[in-house]
């Protein structure tokens, strides 16, 4: 069970980091306008950016 | 993961995909320029103006307002009166044949607060933006429509939850975002869809589960009125049906006696589905950001003008309340409906990147 143990955080590690900023983001907007809003355009920003650089991404 | 444990997930995640697909898309399709559709509305010209004004012009009372609406629309009861966000002038109106008729038979429009005039809000009422609404919300099938909807959406939600469990051993030997683009299309697709799926999960999942709880207003709404509404109105189980309405005028002051710190949101009137026959329900909001999602009804008797109840707020209607603007994206400005529209247009690709992989192992696996 070990190795596949650290597996885990190695796969999802990353994922993990941008679900929890993209709940973040969603969540920051209801408290508030102005910064709350900047902050939610951070968090769901950064998932947008990813998936859009890796698709248009060549080697 | 042992392989036969793959392939039961493997299992689940191809057949509730599949199923929900072309659903889901349709859903993602319509639901593109719904994001926009103030804007849209706006620039078709459907969307009301009011007439400048001096800025102290004086408002009408509530009663006057009601009594402009019945002189515009002859016959027809009033059912609802709302707030416009955007203008505090706008006060909007929904009437129809009768207060009990359904929400897609009634017709909504604009009166002016000063002067009791009649502006038609034609987004309210058909056009594109209505099109596409009904479209997203039941296909035009009423309550089988939505229900049929909400039922994909749970299949889009296990979809997903099996994607992430699948991502494990498919990634196992990859770094995160890995796209091999030059092995062949399908290993292209996979890791796109693997590494698209995986980034949007969070937002996929509350716009998901957001959009269930939306599907099911109509059972939400029904159960309120079973448990809440049935025990406050319980007195009036006999009462002779309501004859005279008492005027509007004064409802609003009422209702922020006995609900401090709150602002209207808008008032049902006798004998709608959110009201009794016998009251007027004024719905109050909260007054922070977080709670002005939150409403509060006021039962205020129809015929004395009374406060029969400051009605508490069931869990579900708090988690209908708050999944509107969780399924909208409308409470972040517009660089919030981009970025919604952004991640609506990459749900788009994992699914069609789907059905793909899909195809194309299909056509391997036969001889």
Known sequence: ?59 | MKSTTIRRWSFIHTWTSLICTVFLLMLALTGLPLIFHHEIDHLLGNEPELKQMPADTPQLNLEQLVAKAQAHRPGEAMQYLAWDEDDKNGVIAIMAATAGTEPNSSHTFMLDARTGDSVEMPSANGGLTMFLLRLHVDMFAGLPGKLLLAFMGVLFVVAIISGTVLYLPFMRRLKFATVRQDKSTRLRWLDLHNLIGVVTLTWALVVGVTGVISACADLIIAAWRNDSLTAMIEPYKNAPPLTLRAPATDLLKIAEQVAPGMTPDFIAFPGTRFSSEHHYAVFMKGSTHLTSHLLTPVLIDASDLSVTAVAGRPWYMDAMGMSQPLHFGDYGGMPMKILWAVLDVLTIIVLGSGVYLWLVRRKAAKP
């Not at chain 1, 597996?7 to 709350?36: M, Q, R």
């Not at chain 1, 998936?51 to 080697?59: A, I, S």
């Open chain 1, 1 to 59: 069970m070990r190795p596949r143990q650290s597996n885990f955080w190695k796969v999802f590690g990353v994922p993990l980091a941008i679900g929890l900023l993209s709940a973040g983001g969603l969540f920051a907007a209801l408290l508030g306008d102005g910064v709350w809003d900047s902050l939610s355009w951070l968090g769901l920003g950064i998932p947008a950016v990813v998936g859009v650089w890796g698709l248009v991404r060549r080697p």
